[in-house]
């Protein structure tokens, strides 16, 4: 469980905002009802920002009270939706922003989401009069700070349930697949769900991988035994088409493979039990930094405790994936 550290509450705030911004993840409805009951809690007024940036540079925000985060946190999405908001980089579009948050008597903001959404989220803290506190909200695990994002264990096990499925076809006729996951720029979800379904390979974007190389893997399987059905798990990467792409190289290389895109469903479903309470520690923590005085921080957690990491931080380093996992993973294909 979380170690929750303690403050004084000697900065409250006037009025707190939240917004969901980004792609959504699975346990963002249990943070955003962990900030607010945390406010109601300290008698700080909380608004929810209807889809993102892009409802709050309108003033599309309302109050919220307990009623309003009743029953969610069990759904997945995000009850305030979401959006991602190009013309949130603009400064100009920033200033708007606050001054809409001040003219309501708001003076702090709560951004749950993925790196892009924390970025507008510093800069809005950096350049103007309110208070910012980012949460991690992406299935990808990617953001520096934070051991662990709401939604990745979410993405990670509805991953593992499709390919549990996979793997009896597979083994029925002896096929081998492609499994596509999440991961643009991380194979965070690929490593730990090919780990946990135990893959016949794992490919990432942070490591170039040979065709030879899984052709090699293939051949050592059946001659071990093993049969010549397999899963291989492929992080979509910043190309399209590179599963389908890597299903043609293998055919060159006589051996066949069907793809099968997991897509959009990795974001979408109830939070598992970690998630909910995860989001719920990270929501309500949240307010407790705020009435403490911090800005222009991200909560996350490490070695099991609530800590912050200045968002400047969070944008510039970047989390790189945990080399000794992959190199176990890749143990564990042999
Ligand atoms: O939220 C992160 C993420 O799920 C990535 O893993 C994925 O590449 C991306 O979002 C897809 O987002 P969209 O559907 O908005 O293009």
Do not use: W
Request: hydrophobic content about 40%; overall charge negative; proline content about 3%.
């Amino acid at each position: 469980m979380y170690q929750i550290p303690t403050f004084e509450c000697d900065n409250k705030p006037e009025a707190i905002a939240i917004l969901t911004s980004g792609g959504d993840s699975p346990g963002m409805n249990p943070a955003i009802r962990g900030v607010v009951r945390a406010a109601l809690h300290h008698g700080i007024k909380v608004y929810g920002v209807h889809k993102g940036y892009s409802g709050l540079i309108i003033g599309d925000l309302q109050e919220m009270n307990s009623a309003s985060v009743t029953n969610i946190v069990q759904r997945g999405g995000t009850i305030l939706k979401s959006d991602r908001c190009l013309a949130f980089k603009d400064p100009e579009v920033r200033y708007q922003a606050a001054e809409i948050l001040k003219e309501k008597g708001i003076d702090s903001l709560v951004v749950i989401g993925g790196d892009g959404s924390l970025t507008g989220a510093h800069l809005l803290a950096a350049e103007n009069d309110i208070r910012v506190i980012g949460l991690p909200g992406t299935i990808d695990n990617d953001i520096y700070g934070t051991d662990d994002t709401i939604g990745f264990d979410t993405a990670v096990n509805t991953a593992l349930d499709a390919i549990d499925k996979i793997r009896d076809t597979a083994l029925s006729h002896e096929s081998l697949f492609l499994v596509e996951v999440m991961g643009r720029n991380s194979g965070f979800i690929a490593t730990h769900v090919g780990i946990a379904c135990g893959a016949e390979m794992i490919v990432v974007p942070e490591y170039e991988v040979q065709i030879e190389s899984i052709c090699f893997q293939l051949a050592s399987n059946r001659e071990q035994g093993k049969g010549s059905s397999g899963i291989i798990v492929v992080a979509e990467g910043q190309t399209p088409g590179l599963t389908y792409s890597l299903a043609t190289q293998l055919k060159q290389h006589n051996q066949s493979a069907k793809v099968c895109i997991l897509g959009h469903i990795q974001r979408g479903g109830s939070p598992t039990g970690h998630d909910r309470v995860l989001a719920s520690c990270l929501g309500a923590s949240a307010v407790d930094y705020l009435c403490a005085g911090y800005n222009d921080v991200m909560i996350g957690v490490k070695n099991g405790q609530i800590v912050d990491t200045p968002l400047k931080q969070v944008i510039e380093k970047g989390k790189q994936l945990d080399e000794a996992l992959f190199e176990r993973a890749l143990l564990l294909h042999k």
